[in-house]
Nanobody
Framework: QVQLVESGGGLVQPGGSLQLSCAAS????????MRWYRQTPGKERELVAQ????????TYADSVKGRFTISRDNAKNTLYLQMNNLTPEDTAAYYC????????WGQGTQVTVSS
C-alpha cells in the first residue's frame, strides 16, 4: 500500500535551518510529482512547494521563495525540503503529498520555530 513517512521536524531558533524528508513506498515514485504542504491549527493546509517527477521543475509558495528548496532522490524514493532562515511564521505540521487516483498524505512532522 502507499506509504509516505515524513521525518526531520523539530524545534529550531529563528534564522535556523531544518531538512525534512519523506520516504515513499507503494507506488512508482519516479514518475509522480510530489508536494510539501503545511498546516497550523485552525487554518487550511497550505501548499509550500512542488516538484516534477524528474526534479527539473519546482514551484514555491511566495512565503517560502528563496528560503526553502524542494528536491528528490528517485533512487532512494525520498522527497526532501531544505528550510533555511526559518521564522516563527513557518511553525506548522509539514506533510508530503502525492496525487494518485486519490491524494495520499503522510502523518506529518512538526516544525516549531521559536527562541
Amino acid at each position: 500500500q502507499v506509504q509516505l513517512v515524513e521525518s526531520g521536524g523539530g524545534l529550531v531558533q529563528p534564522g535556523g535551518s531544518l531538512q525534512l524528508s519523506c520516504a515513499a513506498s507503494g507506488f512508482t515514485f519516479s514518475i509522480k510529482s510530489m508536494r510539501w504542504y503545511r498546516q497550523t491549527p485552525g487554518k487550511e493546509r497550505e501548499l509550500v512547494a512542488q516538484i516534477s517527477a524528474n526534479g527539473a521543475s519546482t514551484t514555491y509558495a511566495d512565503s517560502v521563495k528563496g528560503r526553502f528548496t524542494i528536491s528528490r532522490d528517485n533512487a532512494k524514493n525520498t522527497l526532501y525540503l531544505q528550510m533555511n532562515n526559518l521564522t516563527p511564521e513557518d511553525t506548522a505540521a509539514y506533510y508530503c503529498n502525492v496525487a494518485l487516483l486519490t491524494p495520499y498524505w503522510g502523518q506529518g512532522t512538526q516544525v516549531t520555530v521559536s527562541s
